[in-house]
């Protein structure tokens, strides 16, 4: 129950469910500023290329399930395909290329063809409830889920217990991102008897309350994600997040943006404490790790399943968010992180697609305070 709610240090971390409490809303207040500014607003992705798995025809009708794009002339010079495309041209060297997308050794996630796709300002697109259901959604999440097998059919039947730990943060990743969508479509629910948006506590205890480690999983990649950040703070804070100015205020939006983005930096030094260093040793390191980034880089292609337009973007913006921060983790050397060094470390696309999976993981956690707050008050009028 809400009541329940979990306390302590946090598996796999050197964190506590407390400290992060105590950072939320400072958080929170910082990142919904930073996701306003135009560098993180706008978001390019193509949105309807084949499900690559299985003939997908579910689409779904419903008039929540439709998001706007907005014209590629509406998006601030430097940040449009063509400039992008020439200071952000990948080597060839370790491209592997399919229809429309493409990986690059070090990548968790297929990456969108830059030729290819649409803009979309992602505040007026903003994830929540849209009927989306049934078997299309069923069989999405129950793929994905599958994805999380490391083992030889042998051993299948290994407890949660014996499993290794590389197996464990897998699943913990894959869980906290289905809760946070979970507790998104609880919180901005649409009732269909009085045709009204607001909380739904019932939606949220059930789907999320009743299963606290899927709580438990939220936060793990709330920290996750705030250890990347604070992993590539410099490089971040070294960012051109200078469009072509295109107005008298746009040194006032560079300034906002390097301020926010500072202050969550900031942030995350403070609290991200997860240790990537736990991970991917022994003498198997390097296959599992290889084995880890297929599993992952096949759940950012199911995405393209999604039989929802609003699902199947911020689907996709967040598997590339946890992609991204998986990359920081577990790719990128120390020694490369200098921004003077290495422009190139990290796509526009990657550092907007990670700053809003951050944003909406830590909505989630507001989200799950505004719950506990409806709880307290249901027990207290009763
Ligand atoms: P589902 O959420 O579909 O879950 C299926 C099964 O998975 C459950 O029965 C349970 O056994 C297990 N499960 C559930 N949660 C967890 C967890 N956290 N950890 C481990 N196991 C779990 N709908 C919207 O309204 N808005 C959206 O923006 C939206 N985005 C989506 C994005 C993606 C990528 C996908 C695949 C679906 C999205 N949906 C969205 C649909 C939504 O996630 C649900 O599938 C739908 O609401 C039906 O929910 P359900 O109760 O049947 O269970």
Avoid at 59 to 69: D, H, L
Avoid at 112 to 139: C, H, I, K, Q
Avoid at 331 to 352: G, I
Avoid at 353 to 359: C, P, Q, R, V
């Amino acid at each position: 129950s809400c009541e329940q709610f979990p306390t302590g240090p946090i598996e796999t971390t050197s964190c506590d469910f407390e400290t992060v409490e105590s950072v939320s809303e400072d958080l929170y207040n910082n990142l919904q500023d930073l996701v306003r500014t135009p560098f993180f607003k706008y978001y390019r992705a193509d949105l309807y290329r084949e499900c690559p798995f299985w003939q997908e025809n579910a689409m779904c009708s419903n008039k929540q399930c439709g998001i706007t794009t907005v014209d590629e002339s509406e998006v601030p010079e430097g940040w449009r395909a063509a400039a992008l495309s020439k200071v952000e041209k990948p080597s060839q060297d370790d491209l592997h290329y399919l229809p429309g997308c493409y990986y690059r050794d070090a990548d968790f996630c297929f990456l969108d063809d830059m030729s290819e796709g649409e803009y979309v300002d992602l505040t007026l697109n903003p994830e929540r409830f849209t009927g989306y259901s049934g078997p299309s959604a069923t069989r999405i999440w129950s793929s994905i889920y599958k994805e999380n097998c490391f083992r030889p059919p042998a051993e299948l039947s290994l407890s949660q217990e014996e499993q290794c730990l590389e197996e464990r943060v897998y699943y913990k990743i894959i869980s906290g991102l289905h809760a946070s969508i979970s507790t998104h479509i609880c919180f901005e629910n649409f009732d269909q008897n009085t045709g009204t948006w607001g909380p739904n506590l019932e939606c949220f205890i059930a789907r999320i309350a009743s299963h606290p480690e899927r709580l438990e999983n939220i936060y793990f990649n709330a920290i996750l994600l705030l250890r990347a950040v604070a992993r590539i703070g410099p490089y971040l804070s070294a960012y051109d997040y200078c469009g072509v100015k295109t107005g008298e205020h746009e040194g006032d939006a560079d300034a906002l943006t390097l301020e926010k983005l500072n202050n969550v930096i900031a942030i995350a030094q403070d609290v991200g404490r997860f240790d990537e260093k736990l991970l991917f040793q022994g003498e198997n390191a390097l296959n599992l790790k290889e084995e880890f980034k297929q599993h992952f880089r096949n759940v950012s292609r199911i995405m393209d399943c999604v039989g929802c337009d609003k699902c199947r973007l911020w689907g996709k913006l967040q598997t590339s968010g946890v992609g991204t921060a998986l990359k920081i983790l577990f790719e990128l050397d120390p020694d490369t992180l200098d921004p003077r060094l290495n422009h190139n470390l990290l796509s526009r696309s990657e550092v907007v697609a990670l700053i809003n999976t951050l944003n909406r993981f830590t909505e989630s956690l507001v989200a799950v305070n505004g719950f506990r707050k409806m709880w307290a008050d249901e027990d207290q009028g009763s």
